[in-house]
């Protein structure tokens, strides 16, 4: 089991900037890939992003794609959500998750990861 916590949630003001951390400790070394997600008020959690931890390569959602970038620092077991460019549709809980099995990161659902971190709120203000 991998342990994830979640950091860098706030409000800010749209337009502007936030970076989200996701610190993962426990059996780290069974991760095969990292991912972002997001659940708005009333809404379904939705994917934002994810990364394959040995090689680094990317997958976006359309709707954050050139605005959010995700990246990993290896030595740290922690994974980075870069959000630019926020808009009031943002808003949400960002939650990072964990998954062990090698399927294709594209094709990666929310039941393919099996640790999920507790969330943290992000808030675009219009």
């Known amino acids: 089991q991998v342990q994830l916590v979640e950091s860098g949630g706030g409000l800010v003001q749209a337009g502007g900037s936030l970076r989200l951390s996701c610190a993962a400790s426990?059996?780290?070394?069974?991760?095969?890939?990292m991912g972002w997600f997001r659940q708005a008020p009333g809404k379904e959690r939705e994917f934002v992003a994810a990364?394959?931890?040995?090689?680094?390569?990317?997958y976006y959602a359309d709707s954050v794609k050139g605005r959010f970038t995700i990246s990993r620092d290896n030595a740290k077991d922690t994974v980075y959500l870069l959000m630019n460019s926020l808009k009031a549709e943002d808003t949400a809980v960002y939650y990072c998750?964990?998954?062990?099995?090698?399927?294709?990161?594209?094709?990666?659902?929310?039941?393919?990861?099996?640790?999920w971190g507790q969330g943290t709120q992000v808030t675009v203000s219009s």
């Open positions: 990364l394959k931890w040995s090689s680094g390569y990317t």
């Open positions: 998750a964990a998954a062990r099995d090698p399927i294709p990161i594209s094709r990666l659902r929310a039941y393919d990861y099996g640790d």
């Open positions: 426990g059996r780290t070394f069974s991760t095969y890939a």
